[in-house]
């Protein structure tokens, strides 16, 4: 079988951490956790290393060695989960900087790296990673004195829209910071993509964007960064109430051409997102029909004067978070589930 081809466009991607580097008061880093959001950090990493990305942050230290390894020893990579039990020699091998998230943490890093650096990681009203509020206070002066390279928090609800209730929980979250941090001695860190588009109280010395990068929402303005092209395995006539695909969920109401193309939920391409979702052929949109399988799907290509070779999923017209929409959920969800499959292609930066 054919596969799917995912084109990245490395210059887009460094565009794009360009003009969120010029919309932040601050130093800007670069999150490539998950392996750059699915993309390639081996790719992705270098390319925003060379535009002028300093600092990286990944989720747990097997990251952080591995783009180590890609990097090498100038950039400080930060860690999220903070140092685990059992992260020590890799922390110490790879020159990686955890940010602590508790109590516990601390001791076990003060203890097994005395002066190694670390950050900190405060919780603002997210509940999920940092020292709450009176954690953070019985610490403060103690972790201070250790000369932390980042104190740091998560904005929960960055991409809300001004009228969505959850939106004033970003000041409530920026007040807290302010409150847990006025006055320190240490550079912090609030503003993700979504926080850098909140404005100049939000991004402190330090901001992190992440999605924005690589051209998914809250950034509007971002340059598309992937495009799917799936090739077409097979195209067939469909007579007025033959069916297409598993369980019989569509049926042609009339003489309906039906192309077969090689990818499916097993390439990240969500089944949810069947009954709404296009595809294109240039400047034709065509429907997909039916159920989203594990290996193909069925396009409905009637309006095309030929039959195609491959069709787009993903374009400048049609973004992850379009493909996002349809499935019932986020352009996150969509760039990491992106299948080991497809023949990646990357355009230079």
């Known amino acids: ?45 270098p390319a925003l290393a060379a535009a002028g990305a300093r600092q990286f942050f990944v989720a747990a230290c097997e990251e952080g060695v591995q783009l180590r390894h890609i990097l090498g020893s100038g950039p400080e990579i930060f860690v999220f989960s903070g140092h685990m039990d059992g992260d020590t020699d890799l922390i110490t091998q790879a020159n990686l900087t955890p940010l602590l ?30 020292m709450e509020d009176a954690e953070w206070r019985a610490l403060r002066d103690i972790a201070l004195a250790q000369r932390p390279a980042l104190v740091m928090s998560h904005l929960a609800c960055a991409d809300a829209t001004p009228d969505e209730p959850e939106f004033a929980m970003n000041a409530r979250q920026l007040q807290s910071f302010v409150d847990m941090t006025d006055e320190i001695d240490a550079p912090r860190s609030l503003a993700a993509t979504g926080g850098i588009l909140l404005g100049e109280d939000y991004h402190f010395d330090l901001t992190r964007p992440g999605i924005g990068m690589y051209g998914g929402m809250p950034y509007a303005n971002a340059r598309p960064v992937v495009t799917l092209s799936v090739p077409v395995i097979q195209t067939r006539d469909v007579l007025p109430g033959e069916t297409v695909g598993y369980s019989n969920t569509w049926t042609a109401q009339k003489p309906t051409r039906v192309a077969t193309i090689a990818a499916g939920y097993a390439d990240g391409l969500i089944r949810a997102m069947g ?8 400047d034709t949109r065509c ?21 195609p070779t491959a069709l787009e999923l993903l374009n400048d017209r049609q973004p992850v978070d379009m493909l996002a929409d349809w499935a019932g959920t986020i352009g996150y969800e969509i760039l990491t589930s992106m299948g080991a499959r497809y023949a990646r292609r990357y355009l230079p930066a």
């Not at 109590?103 to 203890?111: F, N, P």
């Open 275 to 282: 009954g709404d979702a296009w595809l294109w052929a240039g």
């Open 101 to 130: 998230n508790s109590i516990d943490q601390m001791l076990r890093h003060v203890e097994a790296l005395p002066g190694h650096s670390f950050g900190l990681q405060l919780d603002t009203g997210m509940n999920r990673l940092g």
């Open 287 to 307: 429907k997909v029909l039916g159920r989203i399988s594990m290996d193909m799907i069925g396009v409905d290509v009637s309006d095309l004067d030929e039959d």
């Open 1 to 45: 079988m054919a596969v799917a081809e995912l084109t990245i466009d490395l210059k887009a991607l460094c565009d794009n951490w360009q003009a969120l580097s010029s919309h932040s008061q601050s130093d800007t880093g670069a999150v490539v956790k998950a392996d750059a959001y699915g993309l390639g950090l081996a790719k992705v990493a």
